[in-house]
């Protein structure tokens, strides 16, 4: 404000003056400040406004989508097997059919499990967001040849074509930012290795660079569903954010706050201006929508800010319902939600896509899950079983919850 200000009076001094409008009124001047103050702090991208999100336009907008979840980053459970990270599946399909067919077939998933076709039925759907849920071992040279640069870029061509933001999570930082499967951590975790933190800061760094000019981007999700104590999450907070503001000073920054995104008490101030708070919120476990919405309401009150639903879903028709409704409230101050997840094989819960996956594709997944030397399969069952599951998840053998999908799509047109 302070730079508009001045820019005014230059132009006000230099312009004005000279040619005979030696007064200018208060109101006009006010409104050319105004005017002008808005033009100079325009932000091309979605952004925060107090409890608000704003698009390029400065409109308003509530980001409401869905996870691509179990494709950047694997969950055993989404694929019909067990509660298993990504590192422990792979080595199972490894020992079954060789390095080269299991890095094969993992590569085969990065460019196909999520597909052009995926995007347009999302769009189609009235959806305006997708997360991105990532495993850092994508962007990795030793690991995978950095095969996740050109993933995320193509995604991002067909994001941009039918219009729908993505923010990009890193689901899986190095070490793991969890113990837990959710994030493939490795022996050392991330809290216990500085190196582990070194190096997510500087990928953090390199995705901000590539992506800085980057409009459909919607915002970075620096860590999903940390573990960690508040003086630690937010010391690595603090050197994230510097990276990332050191080669993009515009994108939206999404924080999850400590214990699986739960907890936000710790914050007493805003660690970026432009930024929203994201909570998760699963109640298969037990409790009201209603009412753990609270405290998420009461921080986005407190540091006035937007509060994101990153991640909700796994449940009945009628408590997805009920979270809708919790969510639509004037009083929740959720700047929108993202549903866990576009599409899993069937597990109890409602399948917005389901995956019609073969009685020996689940047999087999479960096994590389847990692998057990006794019940080893043939080399010849597994690539049937990794053949079989490239075709179910296609978009052509997916089968959809219409009922599902009718009851998100009709809370996206609010």
Same mark, same amino acid.
């Given at each position: ?117 995926? +995007?347009? $039925?999302?769009?189609? @759907?009235?959806?305006?967001?997708? !997360?991105?849920?990532?495993?850092? #071992?994508?962007? /990795? ?85 940390? +573990?960690? $104590?508040?003086?630690? @999450?937010?010391?690595?907070?603090? !050197?994230?954010?510097?990276?990332? #503001?050191?080669? /993009? ?166």
């Amino acid at each position: 404000m302070e730079k508009a200000t001045i820019l005014i009076f230059l132009f006000w001094k230099r312009m004005v003056k000279p040619f005979g409008m030696k007064k200018i009124s208060l109101v006009s001047f006010l409104f050319s400040l105004f005017l002008f103050s808005n033009f100079l702090t325009a932000n091309p991208f979605i952004h925060r406004d107090g409890k608000l999100l704003r698009d390029a336009n400065n409109a308003s907008v509530k980001l409401k989508g869905v996870n691509l979840g179990g494709w950047l980053l694997w969950e055993g459970w989404i694929w019909g097997g067990k509660l298993k990270s990504q590192s422990v599946m792979h080595s199972g399909i490894e020992s079954t059919v060789g390095k080269k067919e299991a890095d094969e077939f993992r590569n085969y998933v990065y460019r196909n499990f999520i597909n052009e076709g995926d +995007i347009q $039925k999302i769009s189609q @759907l009235g959806f305006n967001v997708v !997360r991105v849920p990532f495993n850092h #071992r994508i962007f /990795d040279t030793a690991a995978c040849g950095a095969i996740g640069w050109e993933v995320m870029d193509s995604l991002l061509k067909w994001c941009a074509k039918y219009k729908v933001y993505a923010v990009l999570d890193m689901h899986g930082a190095y070490g793991g930012q969890n113990p837990y499967f959710i994030s493939d951590p490795d022996k050392t975790i991330l809290w216990k290795s500085e190196e582990a933190k070194r190096k997510t800061v500087l990928l953090w760094k390199k995705i901000a660079e590539r992506y800085k000019n980057n409009p459909i981007v919607a915002g970075y999700d620096l860590l999903n569903e940390p +573990i960690a $104590k508040p003086a630690e @999450l937010l010391a690595l907070y603090t !050197r994230i954010i510097a990276a990332i #503001r050191e080669v /993009d000073k515009e994108h939206l920054l999404v924080i999850e706050g400590s214990n699986f995104a739960k907890r936000f008490d710790f914050f007493k101030t805003l660690p970026d201006q432009n930024m929203c708070f994201s909570f998760h919120l699963y109640t298969w476990l037990g409790g009201k929508p209603s009412t753990k919405i609270e405290p998420y309401t009461l921080i986005a009150n407190q540091l006035n800010v937007p509060m994101w639903c990153g991640e909700w879903g796994e449940n009945t028709y009628e408590v997805i319902s009920q979270t809708l409704t919790t969510f639509s409230q004037p009083n929740s101050n959720v700047a929108g939600w993202c549903f866990w997840t576009w599409k899993k094989v069937p597990n109890g819960y409602t399948s917005l896509q389901a995956m019609n996956a073969s009685p020996e594709w689940k047999s087999y997944i479960t096994w590389c899950c847990k692998p057990d030397p006794k019940t080893k399969p043939t080399q010849e069952a597994a690539r049937k079983a990794l053949d079989g599951f490239k075709l179910a998840f296609l978009s052509k053998n997916i089968v959809v919850d219409e009922k599902l999908a009718g009851i998100l799509s009709a809370d996206v047109k609010k």
